[in-house]
């Protein structure tokens, strides 16, 4: 089964090399795979990396194992109405525009344009 990293994290194995190569695979995997006091988690450039916590060590082990793929963020935003009192208005899309009911929400990914326009006029961004 397939991973599913965040970018960083797909960085951080990009510094091993092409996982396909045994010795690679071997060298991710025991970078990786130790803890303990002194043990920063360095990646194949042998820079320190913050790519991932203890805690996902599993997650990045299978990673190298059985390899991965890139998530790409995305966010729903919503902005406050003056007359409801607090009642978040999720941004709908262009048809319907606002609505209250979160799962009607228009999910939108990092960078395009509809997110730097929602930014751009003051909405809150909520990742998904």
Known sequence: ???????KQADYLE??????????????????TRFGYGYN???????????FECYEQLKMVEAV????EVIEPKFKFYNFSDSSGGTAL???????????????????????????????LGFVEEEV
């Open 1 to 7: 089964m397939v991973v599913k990293l965040t970018q």
């Open 15 to 32: 510094t091993f090399g092409n996982l396909e190569d045994e010795i690679n695979k071997k060298r991710a995997l025991c970078h990786i």
């Open 41 to 51: 988690w360095i990646g194949g450039d042998k820079c320190p990396s913050s790519a």
């Open 65 to 68: 194992i059985n390899g991965y």
């Open 90 to 120: 999720y941004y709908a899309g262009q048809s319907k525009q606002l609505t209250k009911f979160e799962q009607d929400a228009l999910e939108v990914k990092e960078g395009s344009e509809e997110y730097k326009a929602l930014l751009a």
